[in-house]
């Protein structure tokens, strides 16, 4: 196949998105496809065209400065299009980019297939804009059904989309890297370096933004040190709250953004996973968390949903408890000691999901529009001869 994949995030960029995205393009390379990648151009980057990659102009996403919309007219995507005849334009991202890039391929009668990641039109509540939530999720219905599929990471996502009036949705679920991220990663001097001495260590990883509830794990952190006072709280990641949250919680140890293997070893370290946020439609890192050998404190959706059985690789706490989140904290963390099945449970949970199953689920479906679409065309010749 020859594919446009288009996005909005992309790799020096670390969040879900620009990883699996990244991910994805390798996959689809590895098996013989072209794939031609068009995204915006990052910091230290000129806009341009090469082989197998196309950098638009962008501009800063309010209330995201790290990260980037594009900036292209329907009429420059098409025309790349045309260049690399593309049979299918695949949009991963829902800004403006992908919105030309749809435009493009409907003047182009080309398959279009999408991806639903994040939940927009729920964080608006976070930033005090609730009005706004029903404007965002009619932008994202029509978004996504002009395509011939629009791809869910989890049942549930499907349930609720289908409920709200999106259509063609596909289901391929998300994997996790069982090698990088494995309790073999456990670093004895780094818990040391943590002081943890007999109290458990905490993890939080993810953006620290209102809508991911970070202040929820730290407030169940205060909780579980009022009955050990030696318990850590590591914070992993980045964001316009982090200075806000350095300042009203200074026990807790903020490490910022960390890849690869320290970030590997930062999961395997601990001893609970803390994941306060109720807005995912996914959440890889609670994937990260059990291939680390961590049992899971969540909300009972997204990832959590699917993959932490309740009380037998961590605890799942009814959507909008957040007294019950931090009293679910608070039983693990008081019985850290205790919890060895937890942690053998939580790392078999996690090798079930083989991303080459995924990427090939997805893969396939991409074939199968393609397929579909040819035959469409087909058929409308041969009647209109």
């Known amino acids: 196949m020859r594919i446009a994949y288009i996005t909005e995030t992309y790799p020096p960029e670390i969040n879900g998105v620009s990883l699996t995205v990244e991910r994805t393009v390798r996959h689809l390379r590895a098996r013989g496809h072209e794939v031609d990648l068009i995204r915006p151009r990052q910091s230290g980057e000129q806009p341009g065209e090469a082989d197998g990659e196309m ?37 991963a991202t829902e800004g403006p980019l992908g919105w030309s890039a749809i435009r493009a391929a409907q003047s182009l009668s080309l398959p279009i297939t999408s991806d639903f990641r994040t939940n927009f039109h729920e ?33 549930a996502t499907h349930d609720r989309l289908m409920q709200q009036g999106f259509e063609r949705l596909e289901v391929v679920g998300r994997g996790v890297d069982t090698v990088l991220f494995s309790p073999e990663k456990r670093s004895a001097a780094l818990r040391e370096e943590l002081g943890a001495n007999d109290g458990p260590i905490l993890l939080y990883v993810g953006r620290l933004a209102a809508e991911k509830s970070v202040e929820l794990a730290l407030c169940a952190f205060e909780a579980v040190r009022m009955r050990m006072p030696g318990a850590c709280m590591v914070v992993v990641g980045d964001g316009p709250l982090r200075k806000k949250l350095e300042d009203d919680f200074p026990d807790a140890r903020f490490v910022g953004a960390q890849h690869g293997e320290d970030l590997a070893r930062w999961y395997a370290s601990a001893d609970l ?21 961590l049992p899971v404190i969540a909300f009972d959706t997204a990832a959590a949903a699917d993959h932490v059985d309740d009380c037998d690789n961590g605890l799942l706490v009814p959507l909008g408890e957040d007294k019950t989140f931090i009293a679910s904290v608070c039983n693990l963390a008081w019985q850290h000691r205790h919890l060895g099945a937890l942690r053998s449970h939580a790392r078999r949970a996690a090798l079930k999901a083989h991303w080459g199953d995924v990427l090939g689920r997805f893969e396939s479906v991409l074939q199968e529009t393609v397929h579909a679409h040819a035959g469409r065309s087909l058929n409308g010749a041969v009647l209109a001869a």
């Open 123 to 155: 964080y608006s509540r976070y930033y005090g804009l609730g009005w706004l939530k029903p404007v965002v999720l009619d932008y994202l219905r029509r978004f996504h059904n002009h395509g011939q599929r629009t791809f869910v990471p989890t049942q």
């Open 55 to 91: 950098r638009t102009m962008g501009c800063p996403i309010p209330m995201y400065p790290d990260l980037r919309l594009g900036l292209a007219s329907a009429a420059t995507i098409r025309q790349r299009l045309e260049r690399t005849q593309a049979e299918l334009v695949h949009v």
């Open 273 to 293: 996973f803390l994941f306060p946020s109720s807005s995912e439609t996914f959440g890889n890192v609670t994937l990260e968390a059990l291939a680390s050998g």
